[in-house]
């Protein structure tokens, strides 16, 4: 993973943004990575039979330059646009396609004044062809512990895949920040129960960094993750169709409900 192309979102309706501060924690850090950039900045046109819908946005060139300015003085190569859509979760695909990016970074908070904002934001993480990082106020820098969640007991070539890639990830992000690494399993009873030795082969963690947990995986996830002060939880979508792909982005749904810190959703 020697390089990483980043779609990050900005509302500049929002007095926070916690994606850019996000983005600018992740330049801050010393790495051997190459990254690269590229900003979405403007918002969703707003549906007027909702009554919290702002009437207007106003922003002087000023904000703007203000917002961008941390960007600057860190002498960061990046590129950005404006857009305004009505179809929010379509024209952020659309721009990482365009872009070329591998990863779409956005905070909790976007597009919070449309009507089934739950929806609009979980079809964008099912929907994406890249990984999506959902930025939460819960987390502050530094990030010291990162959680994967994995689940072995299932064999398909898809999730073995799918296993394979949310530890490379997370091996990947806890020597990025310097954090401490975790991986948790969740299992529903004793038949099911996880092999915390395929997970170590895996990993190369010790024992004490493997948690298995009986119980619903997004109260196995959430669970472990407030007992180790997590400050970044991995997750998978299944990138199979139709039923499976459903109860997939359900629990994963389940699990951002949750939690109130950063999750990145993997396909």
Same mark, same amino acid.
């Given at each position: 993973?020697?390089?990483?192309?980043?779609?990050?979102?900005?509302?500049?309706?929002?007095? !926070?943004?916690?994606?850019? !501060?996000?983005?600018? !924690?992740?330049?801050?850090?010393?790495? /051997?990575?190459?990254?690269?950039?590229?900003?979405?900045?403007?918002?969703? @046109?707003p549906d007027k039979t909702e009554p919290n819908a702002?009437?207007?946005?106003?922003? @002087?060139?000023?904000?703007? /330059? &203000?917002?961008?300015?941390?960007?600057d003085e860190l002498n960061m190569d990046y590129t950005a646009e404006f857009f305004w859509t009505r179809d929010w979760r379509k024209s952020i695909t659309d721009a990482a396609e365009r872009y070329a990016c591998d990863t779409i970074m956005l905070c909790e908070t976007s597009a919070e004044h449309k009507t089934g904002i739950t929806d609009s934001k979980w079809d964008l993480v099912r929907q994406a062809t890249c990984d999506v990082v959902i930025v939460d106020e819960g987390t502050k820098a530094?990030?010291?512990?990162?959680? &994967? &969640?994995?689940?072995?007991?299932? /064999?398909?070539?898809?999730?073995?895949?799918?296993?394979? /890639?949310i530890i490379e990830r997370g091996l990947f992000l806890s020597e990025y920040f310097g954090a401490e690494f975790h991986v948790v399993n969740a299992y529903k009873d004793s038949e099911d129960f996880p092999d915390r030795a395929l997970i170590g082969r895996m990993s190369g963690l010790p024992r004490e960094q493997i948690h298995r947990d009986m119980g619903k995986p997004e109260d196995v996830i959430a669970g472990i993750s407030e007992k180790i002060n997590a400050d970044m939880v991995i997750l998978g979508i299944s990138s199979r169709k139709g039923l499976a792909a459903t109860f997939s982005s359900h629990t994963t749904e389940k699990v951002m409900e949750k939690i109130n810190i950063d999750v990145v959703a993997l396909s």
């Amino acid at each position: 993973m020697d390089r990483r192309k980043y779609l990050v979102i900005v509302d500049p309706s929002h007095e !926070e943004h916690l994606a850019l !501060e996000r983005m600018l !924690e992740i330049v801050r850090q010393e790495r /051997k990575w190459d990254l690269e950039f590229h900003l979405l900045i403007g918002f969703e @046109s707003p549906d007027k039979t909702e009554p919290n819908a702002p009437t207007e946005i106003i922003r @002087s060139f000023n904000d703007i /330059k &203000a917002l961008l300015a941390p960007l600057d003085e860190l002498n960061m190569d990046y590129t950005a646009e404006f857009f305004w859509t009505r179809d929010w979760r379509k024209s952020i695909t659309d721009a990482a396609e365009r872009y070329a990016c591998d990863t779409i970074m956005l905070c909790e908070t976007s597009a919070e004044h449309k009507t089934g904002i739950t929806d609009s934001k979980w079809d964008l993480v099912r929907q994406a062809t890249c990984d999506v990082v959902i930025v939460d106020e819960g987390t502050k820098a530094p990030i010291d512990c990162i959680l &994967a &969640a994995v689940n072995t007991q299932a /064999k398909d070539a898809v999730h073995v895949a799918l296993n394979e /890639k949310i530890i490379e990830r997370g091996l990947f992000l806890s020597e990025y920040f310097g954090a401490e690494f975790h991986v948790v399993n969740a299992y529903k009873d004793s038949e099911d129960f996880p092999d915390r030795a395929l997970i170590g082969r895996m990993s190369g963690l010790p024992r004490e960094q493997i948690h298995r947990d009986m119980g619903k995986p997004e109260d196995v996830i959430a669970g472990i993750s407030e007992k180790i002060n997590a400050d970044m939880v991995i997750l998978g979508i299944s990138s199979r169709k139709g039923l499976a792909a459903t109860f997939s982005s359900h629990t994963t749904e389940k699990v951002m409900e949750k939690i109130n810190i950063d999750v990145v959703a993997l396909s």
